[in-house]
C-alpha cells in the first residue's frame, strides 16, 4: 500500500476532553514562558548574560597572569594554585578537558567579576551545592558579577558531557570570612 493524501474534510477540531488537555498545555506553556523573564528580573542567582568575545589563547593568557599576581598558596593534593582576586575585581576560571583552573578564594559579602571560559570544548559551570548552572564555551568569555553569601568550600562541577573524564571535572571555590 502506498502512502496518499487523505480525503478532503479529514480535519475535525478536537473536542471534550482532548480539548481540555490542548488547552491546559497551552496555558501551562504561556506561564512558563511568563515565568522566564520573572525570575531573571526577580530571581537573585540569574546572570544577565554579560559576555565578551576572546580567543581561547588570550583568555589562557589573562589567566596566567591572574594566577601569577594573585597567588596565596598551592593546594597540597593537586598541586594547584590556590589564587585570592581582589575584591571588587577581576576574578578568572578556565575550563578544559578536565579540569577548573586555579583554585578560588574568595571573601564573604565582597563582590567579583568572575571571568569564565573553555580553551577547547563545550562545558558546564555547575556550582554545588548551589543551584547555578551556566554555559562555558570557548570563544565567549562569560561575565558573572556575584557576591558569595556564605562561607565555605564549594565544588564546581561540569555539566556538558565532554568525553571521557567529564566525570572527573571538578574545581573548588573558597568563600572565607573577614577581609584579606
Ligand atoms: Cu567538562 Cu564535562
Known sequence: ????????????????????WVGLAL?????????????????????SGEA????????????????ETNEVAKDEDSGYPIVEPTPGGDAYLQAQMWTWYPILKLRKGETYRLHISSLD????F???????NF???PGYDHVLTLTPTLAGEYRVIC????????????????VEEGSP
Request: net charge positive.
Open 1 to 20: 500500500m502506498s502512502i496518499h493524501c487523505p480525503a478532503p474534510g479529514w480535519f475535525r477540531a478536537p473536542g471534550g476532553a482532548e480539548r481540555t
Open 27 to 47: 496555558g501551562w506553556c504561556v506561564v512558563l514562558t511568563i515565568m522566564m523573564p520573572f525570575w531573571h528580573l526577580r530571581g537573585k542567582q540569574n546572570s
Open 52 to 67: 565578551y568575545a576572546v580567543t581561547p589563547a588570550k583568555f589562557a593568557e589573562r589567566v596566567s597572569k591572574f594566577v
Open 121 to 124: 570544548l563545550q562545558h558546564g
Open 126 to 132: 555547575s556550582l554545588l551545592p548551589l543551584n547555578m
Open 135 to 137: 554555559q562555558v564555551l
Open 159 to 174: 555539566n556538558e558531557f565532554c568525553g571521557i573524564g567529564h566525570h572527573t571535572m571538578t574545581g573548588v571555590i573558597l
